[in-house]
């Protein structure tokens, strides 16, 4: 059975720490791996992941994947308010000829001023 | 602005009711999904239809219904409420099952089942 784990579920520091959030993954004929951050309403994307150990990168936050452990990490430093969201991760595989994002539950980031 | 549009945002229905999600994408996108979101369950896949003329039962299909009307709209019938629908619900599109591009997400409906 196809399934996506993020660790930890949830998660509280001050701002300026760095941040490692993880997700891990066992899916059929992986394609590719997303990040987004959702505060109130939807999700918005942050990265896509589709290459092993080429890191993607934007402002403070960072991505990396490794399809060999099959697990993805995202990193988040000089952590501000702003980023407390939860950070949810899909993993697209194929079954039955479509492919569709399988999503994990989440990280809950609370950043503390 | 471009995007993914659902109404209602919030609906309280009794137990037995009936009810249609609406949605709608303007970005010219091939494929769309509806989700539910709970409470440590994440995101879990509804039906989807990856093109027009064309819909798939997701994860968790009991208890709903879908209408691909043309390539904008993206139907979610639930034709006998129960408590257990209570939920978030997402609409979210893409251009192509077959391109890994992400999906672009309406602002989620909040449905309340009493």
């Known amino acids: 059975e196809d399934k996506v784990v993020q660790s930890p579920l949830s998660l509280v520091v001050h701002e300026g720490d760095t941040v490692t959030l993880n997700c891990s993954y066992e899916v059929t004929n992986f394609r590719s791996l997303l990040w987004y951050k959702q505060e109130k309403k939807a999700p918005t994307f942050l990265f896509m992941l589709t290459s092993s150990g080429i890191e993607k990168k934007s402002g403070r936050l960072s991505s990396i994947l490794d399809k060999k452990e099959l697990f993805s990490i995202l990193n988040i430093t000089a952590t501000q308010t702003g980023d407390s969201a939860i950070y949810l991760c899909?993993?697209?595989?194929?079954?039955?000829?479509?492919?569709?994002?399988?999503f994990g539950t989440g990280t809950r980031l609370k950043v503390l001023a | 602005n471009a995007g993914v549009t659902q109404t209602p945002k919030f609906q309280v229905l009794k137990t037995g009711q009936s009810m249609t999600l609406q949605c709608a994408q303007d970005?010219?996108?091939?494929?769309m999904y509806w989700y539910r979101q709970d409470p440590g369950m994440g995101l879990r896949l509804i039906y989807y239809?990856?093109?027009?003329?064309?819909?798939d039962k997701g994860e968790v299909p009991n208890g709903y219904n879908v209408s691909r009307l043309n390539k904008r709209e993206f139907s979610l019938r639930l034709e006998s409420a129960a408590p257990s629908q209570t939920s978030v619900y997402f609409c979210?599109?893409?251009?192509?099952?077959?391109?890994?591009?992400?999906?672009?997400f309406g602002s989620g409906t909040r449905l309340t089942v009493v």
């Open positions: 970005m010219n996108h091939n494929s």
């Open positions: 239809s990856a093109s027009e003329g064309t819909t």
């Open positions: 899909a993993v697209e595989g194929r079954t039955s000829g479509t492919y569709k994002y399988i």
């Open positions: 979210a599109s893409s251009p192509h099952s077959l391109e890994g591009t992400g999906y672009t």
